[in-house]
């Protein structure tokens, strides 16, 4: 009995992460569905997209929501599928805490946005959740190592060679092509500090936690 009610908590919990994921990708596709019919339903990229300058003149809302918009349906499938494996790969790190991926979320959105327009003014326009995405993948990475797994330098590592190589040479031109739009591989150094930052302010919370419980 002991070990049923163990594996159906782990299970409940679990899916408390993924009624999140879920909830997130229906809000991009929606978003997306709202934007390509012909005429649009609701010109979703006018009002909500990423844009410096309509930032600059008050429409903050902009920084959060700007993740949660694709270019086209390449964009939109190749984030959502990179959204799902990335919190299926550190599940372990969200199923006893569901909040914990919902703040985290919200931050890097902010975060990103916010990274975005104080360092790449320059950039007037940007859509899409692949900066975020790498700042969920180094968070978990660095939780990984945390807990003691090798598995988490080798994420690490890997996640800023691609950044890196990314700032130096751009990305492929395939995915180019692909998305129908430049890359902003600055939202993916952007999105990489983040995820790093988080990661050093959860485990600085985490451990005065710890500490006082102890205490």
């Known amino acids: 009995m002991g070990i049923e009610n163990i594996l159906l908590k782990h299970k409940s ?13 229906l809000i991009c596709i929606g978003l997306f569905a709202a934007d390509v019919s012909t005429p649009a339903f609701f010109p979703v990229d006018q009002y909500f997209s990423y844009q410096y300058d309509a930032i600059a003149h008050g429409q903050v809302w902009r920084l959060i929501t700007g993740n949660l918009l694709h270019t086209n349906l390449w964009h939109l499938l190749m ?14 790190h969200y199923k006893y805490h569901s909040g914990k991926l919902l703040i985290l979320f919200l931050s890097l959105c902010l975060l990103e946005g916010i990274g975005l327009y104080l360092f790449y003014p ?10 975020l995405l790498h700042g969920l993948f ?12 090798r598995s988490g330098y080798l994420l690490l590592i890997g996640v800023i060679i691609k950044v890196g190589y ?9 995915i180019t092509e692909l998305i129908n739009a430049r890359v902003a591989t600055e939202s993916h150094l952007v999105g990489l500090i983040c995820g790093l930052l988080c990661a050093l302010c ?4 985490a451990n005065r936690f710890k500490y006082h419980k102890v205490s």
């Not at 984030?79 to 372990?92: D, S």
């Not at 320059?122 to 900066?131: Q, R």
């Not at 978990?140 to 945390?146: C, K, L, T, V, Y």
């Open 166 to 174: 990314e700032q130096v040479f751009g990305a492929t031109e395939s």
């Open 13 to 25: 919990n679990s899916v408390g992460i993924y009624h999140f994921v879920v909830v997130i990708s």
């Open 122 to 131: 320059s950039l007037k326009a940007y859509v899409g959740l692949s900066g």
């Open 79 to 92: 984030n959502l599928a990179g959204f799902w494996v990335i919190v299926f790969l550190h599940e372990v």
């Open 202 to 205: 959860w485990s600085l919370v």
């Open 138 to 149: 180094a968070f978990g990475a660095i939780m990984d190592i945390r807990r003691g797994y």
